[in-house]
């Protein structure tokens, strides 16, 4: 199953039902395009924190001369680094450097402290994807990375939550840069899987309902450009767009 949330035409915030094959979502007895102009369409989840995951894909460390790390490196981005599908991320002014990462992003159903791996899966409400905007001047001058990775709109999130049915253990995640594919992996590659993150996280965070875990990027990062248009599609979820303004 997939779910959706959007601010109807009353401005009432709806968490609905997604059907891919028509490309509609339903509430109450309403049902709308996806793209109707008359709804928005907001991230499928609200945070109250999203954990990422650095260097999880061992490509991806060596493109950028990193060595792996011997557990998972984490850092946060806040709420204010969300935006959403079809929106237009304008990025902090007068960067030389700007990167697209793609990410699967894991959403937390329940709250959760010390999770087991092996219960980890029994925590997750479902996936979705995500991209990683990493201001790439400010994160190589800095360790806590808050000006490299938790500015607003860092983190766009959508379309939808697929349930974890829906996603398989090998699912694809390719980003398109105006068209041309930049990116392109499978959750096979991961080097920490999502119940080890699950157990490494909540060993030290307690998870809400709605937080997300960014599962970290593949090989293939690079800069992005003023009008520049972004697709991350993770198998079994969809395909989360979004345009770039730079000032």
């Not at 959403?84 to 959403?107: L, Q």
């Not at 490299?148 to 974890?164: E, Q, R």
């Not at 959750?187 to 899987?193: I, K, N, V």
């Amino acid at each position: 199953m997939h779910h959706a949330r959007f601010r109807d035409p009353a401005g009432s915030i709806r968490e609905g039902t997604y059907d891919p094959e028509a490309d509609t979502v339903a509430f109450g007895g309403d049902e709308y395009a996806f793209d109707d102009p008359a709804i928005d369409v907001l991230p499928p989840v609200d945070p109250e924190k999203i954990v990422c995951i650095g260097r999880n894909y061992v490509a991806h460390a060596e493109e950028f001369d990193n060595e792996m790390p011997d557990r998972p490196l984490l850092f946060l981005k806040p709420p204010n680094a969300l935006s959403s599908h079809g929106k237009t991320v304008t990025v902090p002014e007068g960067k030389d450097r700007i990167d697209w990462e793609a990410e699967i992003a894991v959403a937390i159903g329940e709250q959760c402290k010390d999770v087991d791996a092996a219960d980890a899966m029994d925590v997750v409400a479902g996936f979705t994807c995500m991209n990683d905007v990493s201001n790439r001047d400010d994160q190589r001058r800095e360790q806590n990375w808050v000006r490299g990775k938790a500015f607003d709109n860092a983190a766009p999130l959508g379309p939808v939550l697929a349930t974890p049915d829906e996603v398989p253990d090998d699912a694809s995640v390719e980003l398109r840069v105006n068209g041309e594919t930049k990116q392109s992996s499978d959750r096979s590659h991961l080097a920490f899987d999502v119940p080890a993150l699950i157990e490494e996280i909540t060993t030290y965070l307690t998870l809400e309902p709605g937080d997300v875990i960014a599962t970290g990027t593949p090989e293939g990062v690079g800069p992005l450009s003023d009008g520049d248009t972004v697709e991350i599609e993770v198998e079994g979820v969809g395909t989360l767009e979004h345009d770039v303004a730079v000032p």
